[in-house]
């Protein structure tokens, strides 16, 4: 009975009052009492320290017995239906995690059918976890927005896109820590149509889009001083050491303009048969990052510009939807993609309210 108790996670004290009391009525010979005790009326209420107990006076009044049950006993994923084709785990609670493997270890061979997987505001989520989700053979939707643990983790990313993800459509990746490295590695998701990223409310600047422009041509008209021993330059308005770890977090030009499609670098070609002094290229090759791009949402950060507009504007052929909210892009800037994407709905914050 002992290890029957301890299996499943019931309390100490809980165990050892049983126990005593088993003896006291085995001891006593009395059966008609252990009759009373071992059939009794009884209802079962999770176990909660200091609060279960307070039920004991309410039972004993109707001479009912009480019984507790463990609140920590976990839900494996493999105790999930294995057809189950949209799992929602949106904002849940876990405790007692083991830190050696992810919770959902061998979820892609289990739910091999799985299509949608929500995991936001999931506090327990991390990193390492991306690449047991990415083998998931027919995974289209993950959402992963507001799982604040989701930081750092160019690692997990990169091998979570290189040999995963095949057939990913959406992902949600706003209110997270996620940087330009880490979006970056999605760029080689062909399949990708919708990407949702968001800066976390905690690190927003609240100044509006004008006052952010005006700092920035200020900050252009500083004189630069120079002499023989020190030289004074402006870096990247807004810039310091300081800051550095907080400004790796935030996505910029860098990772809006990995998506769609480039071209790259012409290589030059070497031969021996070229005449002299002629030097040969070979043709602009263009790589098809996200050819299938429809939605992309990145608002309220200050380091997406005009850039990745112009490159989006060149780039991103299929995009219908974009939205760039609380980012440092001008209103020219989106007057201007405006023009040359007449089909995509733009939403930023100059539109009239």
Not at 23 to 50: A, C, L, S, T, V
Not at 72 to 83: A, E, G, V, W
Not at 326 to 337: A, C, I, L, Q
Request: charged content about 20%; aromatic content about 10%.
């Amino acid at each position: 009975m002992v290890n029957t108790l301890l299996d499943n996670d019931y309390p100490l004290n809980f165990i050892f009052s049983t126990v005593t009391l088993g003896r006291q009525m085995i001891f006593d010979g009395r059966e008609r009492r252990m009759q009373h005790y071992f059939n009794p009326k009884y209802f079962i209420i999770p176990y909660f320290k200091n609060i279960s107990a307070e039920f004991r006076t309410l039972t004993k009044k109707y001479n009912i017995s009480l019984a507790h049950k463990p609140i920590n006993s976990l839900i494996h994923i493999t105790d999930f239906p294995c057809t189950i084709e949209k799992l929602s785990l949106e904002g849940c609670k876990m405790n007692y995690l083991q830190s050696n493997k992810s919770y959902f270890f061998k979820m892609d061979l289990h739910m091999p059918n799985l299509t949608c997987l929500i995991l936001s505001n999931c506090e327990w989520f991390t990193p390492h976890s991306l690449l047991v989700i990415s083998k998931i053979p027919k995974l289209k939707e993950l959402r992963l927005n507001s799982c604040h643990r989701l930081g750092e983790c160019v690692a997990y990313a990169s091998l979570a896109t290189r040999f995963g993800f095949k057939t990913l459509e959406i992902l949600d990746l706003r209110d997270t820590a996620l940087g330009d490295s880490e979006v970056g590695c999605f760029s080689s998701t062909k399949t990708l149509t919708h990407l949702y990223l968001e800066c976390p409310s905690t690190w927003r600047n609240d100044e509006s889009p004008e006052v952010i422009q005006h700092r920035q041509q200020q900050a252009l008209r500083l004189p630069i001083f120079e002499d023989g021993n020190l030289a004074q330059f402006l870096v990247e308005d807004g810039f310091s050491f300081e800051n550095y770890g907080f400004q790796r977090c935030l996505i910029s030009d860098r990772a809006i303009c990995a998506l769609g499609s480039d071209t790259c670098d012409r290589e030059v070609v070497n031969s021996f048969l070229a005449p002299q002094g002629m030097i040969i290229l070979r043709e602009d090759r263009r790589i098809s990052n996200n050819p299938n791009l429809k939605t992309l949402v990145v608002r309220n950060y200050p380091r997406v510009t005009n850039s990745s507009l112009i490159h989006l504007a060149l780039n991103a052929s299929r995009l219908e939807y974009l939205d760039v909210t609380g980012t440092s892009v001008t209103r020219d800037g989106v007057e201007s993609f405006k023009s040359q994407k007449t089909n995509v709905k733009v939403v930023s914050s100059f539109d009239e309210t």
